[in-house]
């Protein structure tokens, strides 16, 4: 059961312009949902949060928007750079009180950024 | 240097054995989390341990166990591994049980690789 989908595997955008990575859930109960970044080798760092009771929320260049009427949210990148170009995840935070908590993460979206 | 270590790096063993991974959390964060992330696929979650017990549980195949010791650190043992158990294993670690705003802090992983 894949409660979080990245349905593009890969996007491409010319340096300069806006990126917009999208990602879709199905469970009404995640109070979070994150954003990943990652390089080869590397383990995954964060990137920007909102939470479910919120529909955006603004870091630098980063802006992430949330619709949870259709369980939807995005990443934009504006302007995207070539260091931008990595593997995105989507995550959603599952809390179950007590400190008992886990991530879901969708399957990554392969961003490549061109001079 | 994201303050979580996780050793080996690499791993090569045959099928049938027994391998142990195992990580450092962050300075100061008590709860551990295991992710396995196999050839394209996402981050799946695995386990959760919070100072020393275990707290939420993924699709954590019965071969597989972990722990988190008195000092924090944890271990993920793997047993009567098969080919497909080769991945990249993931530790991440965070203040409290909590994905909430600031995630995980994931560790750069462990490649094993079974032949």
């Known amino acids: 059961d894949q409660q979080v989908k990245q349905n593009s595997p890969s996007l491409s955008v010319q340096e300069g312009r806006i990126s917009i990575l999208n990602c879709d859930y199905t469970?009404?109960?995640?109070?979070?949902f994150l954003w990943y970044k990652k390089y080869p080798a590397e383990g995954p760092t964060f990137l920007i949060s909102?939470?479910?009771?919120?529909d955006k929320n603004e870091d630098g260049r980063f802006t992430v928007f949330l619709n949870k009427s259709a369980k939807h949210l995005s990443l934009h990148i504006v302007p995207s750079q070539p260091g931008d170009s990595a593997v995105y995840f989507c995550?959603?935070?599952?809390?179950?009180?007590?400190?008992?908590?886990?991530?879901?993460f969708g399957t990554g979206t392969l961003l490549a950024v061109q001079p | 240097d994201s303050g979580v270590t996780q050793t080996p790096k690499h791993l090569i063993t045959a099928t049938g054995q027994r391998v142990t991974l195992r990580c450092s959390p962050r300075?100061?964060?008590?709860?551990v989390y295991w992710y396995q992330q196999s050839l394209d696929q996402g981050l799946q979650f695995l386990i959760q341990y919070y100072n020393g017990e275990e707290r939420a549980k993924g699709n954590i195949l019965e071969r597989f166990s972990a722990q988190q010791f008195p000092d924090l650190h944890s271990e993920l043992n793997l047993s009567s591994l098969e080919l497909g158990d080769s991945a990249l294993y993931f530790c991440a670690s965070s203040l409290r049980g909590q994905g909430g705003n600031y995630g995980y802090t994931f560790g750069s992983g462990t490649r094993l690789t079974v032949v």
């Open positions: 995550a959603a935070s599952l809390s179950y009180g007590g400190a008992t908590n886990k991530l879901i």
């Open positions: 909102i939470s479910s009771i919120k």
């Open positions: 469970n009404s109960m995640f109070d979070y």
């Open positions: 300075s100061g964060d008590l709860s």
